[in-house]
């Protein structure tokens, strides 16, 4: 990874340092939380060469689904991308 750029809330896209050969790699995003009341999702919004662009939502206080970034101290986003370079 040589960058990640902060797209907005819950967005972001991870720059590798070395491209990948073709955007057919596989690729997997997972959050880790510690908030008993969070229900985050994290997921991969598009796949490049050179890029992965993911996404984290929640569901605010009425249930409605929304971007969200993690909670300071409480959240991780992971990722991890398998494919020839």
């Known amino acids: 990874v040589s960058s990640i750029t902060d797209g907005g809330v819950g967005d972001w896209t991870v720059n590798w340092a ?5 955007a057919n790699y596989g690729c997997s995003v997972i959050v880790g939380s510690d908030s008993a009341a969070a229900n985050r ?4 919004a598009s796949i490049g060469v050179s890029t ?3 996404f984290s939502v929640t569901n605010d ?3 409605v689904v929304v971007a969200a970034d993690p909670a300071a101290g409480q959240d991780s986003i992971f990722v991890m991308a ?4």
């Open 41 to 44: 999702v994290a997921g991969v």
């Open 82 to 85: 398998v494919g020839n370079n």
């Open 52 to 54: 992965l662009r993911i």
């Open 61 to 63: 206080a009425t249930g």
């Open 18 to 22: 070395v491209a990948f050969s073709t």
